[in-house]
Nanobody, 117 residues
């Protein structure tokens, strides 16, 4: 079992920055691919960024060049640095830990990000 706790959300003006954190506990963090998803009101949940257990990253086109995902395996934590935020980035952001081999798929409770002037 893996428990995930997100933090760092809040209200920010357009063009501003936030850094989300997701702290994991309960299992071997380093074996998991870590993902950030988001869900805006009335919309489907979408994958924002991925970092594999080897550190390979991938991003949704909508956030490329603005968001950066990183992980610190010593702290069992994954981060999402969000710069140049836009109102359309407003959503609940969820952390996800995934391991295909073990069939593991864990989710955090989400953290609200609101981009508004």
């Amino acid at each position: 079992q893996v428990q995930l706790v997100e933090s760092g959300g809040g209200l920010v003006q357009p063009g501003g920055s936030l850094r989300l954190s997701c702290a994991a506990s309960g299992s071997r963090f380093s074996i998991y691919a870590m993902n950030w998803y988001r869900q805006a009101p009335g919309k489907l949940r979408e994958l924002v960024a991925t970092i594999t257990h080897t550190g390979i990253t991938n991003y949704a086109d909508s956030v490329k060049g603005r968001f950066t995902i990183s992980r610190d395996n010593a702290k069992d934590t994954v981060y999402l640095q969000m710069n140049s935020l836009k109102p359309e980035d407003t959503a609940v952001y969820y952390c996800n830990a995934f391991n295909r081999f073990y069939g593991d798929d864990y989710w955090g409770q989400g953290t609200q990000v609101t981009v508004s002037s």
